[in-house]
């Protein structure tokens, strides 16, 4: 039964002495005086001796080509869906397929398109904010260039300068403090303040007023004056078109 079942492979010697002792040892064991417990330990010992030298010599498990076989077929599945994901065999697509394709390159390409356009205005509000002339930012920025170039401030604070606006209880530096307003006749006018430290340590508040010209832009000051904060307390003009 043995060389049918694996006729390429022979009957090694060893596997009929497993298997001659132990039909000697069941022969042995039917003696009255032993029980049934005593008998079931060393037979079980010689069969699973005896299978295990059998599946040695057989080789290789039957279940390692059906194994080999499941996994073929898995990756040839695999193949399939993805096959079926991009379209088909080929590429081709069908034309609702292309449609439904078109639709999207064309809701990605807007998306893209806003989200630039977005990006531009805001980078241009924040561009004309910092570096316009008439802003907020650019006229705090021309009167702390003149305050710092005038010769007269230097001597009186020290250098380097430096400018910051109006600060909170916990010593963090604010922007600087301005006010809108329009005269009788129209016209629009801004007031600032903000505050100078030089290199001595000594302090100083910077007072200015710009007006509105023609094309609605603050680009020409009124007065800008700085006036120092410890005795001796003095005022000194940096420009006055009152």
Request: charged letters at 30%; aromatic letters at 8%.
């Amino acid at each position: 039964m043995l060389s049918r079942l694996h006729p390429h492979k022979p009957i090694k010697m060893e596997i009929v002495a497993l298997a001659v002792g132990a039909v000697k040892n069941v022969h042995r064991s039917t003696n009255r005086e032993m029980s049934t417990k005593q008998l079931q330990f060393p037979v079980q010992m010689d069969v699973q001796v005896l299978s295990r030298k059998f599946l040695r010599a057989a080789g290789p498990p039957c279940w390692q080509p059906c194994r080999l076989q499941m996994r073929k077929a898995e990756d040839r599945g695999r193949r399939e869906v993805v096959e079926s994901r991009d379209g088909g065999t080929g590429g081709q697509l069908t034309v609702g397929q292309r449609v439904v394709k078109a639709g999207k390159d064309v809701t990605y390409l807007g998306i893209v398109i806003f989200g630039v356009g977005v990006m531009g205005l805001l980078f241009y509000a924040i561009g004309r904010e910092l570096f316009s002339g008439g802003s907020i930012n650019g006229i705090y920025t021309d009167a702390m260039k003149r305050c710092k170039e005038n010769e007269e401030v230097k001597v009186a604070l020290g250098t380097p300068i430096a400018g910051f606006g109006e600060e909170t209880r916990r010593g963090r530096r604010r922007h600087p403090a301005y006010t809108e307003y329009t005269d009788e006749t129209g016209k629009k006018h801004l007031r600032m303040k903000f505050y100078l430290k030089g290199g001595s340590g000594r302090r100083a508040t910077v007072h200015l007023e710009v007006t509105e010209n023609d094309g609605g832009k603050y680009d020409s000051f009124r007065y800008l004056f700085v006036q120092l904060d410890a005795y001796p307390h003095r005022t000194m003009i940096i420009e006055d078109n009152r």
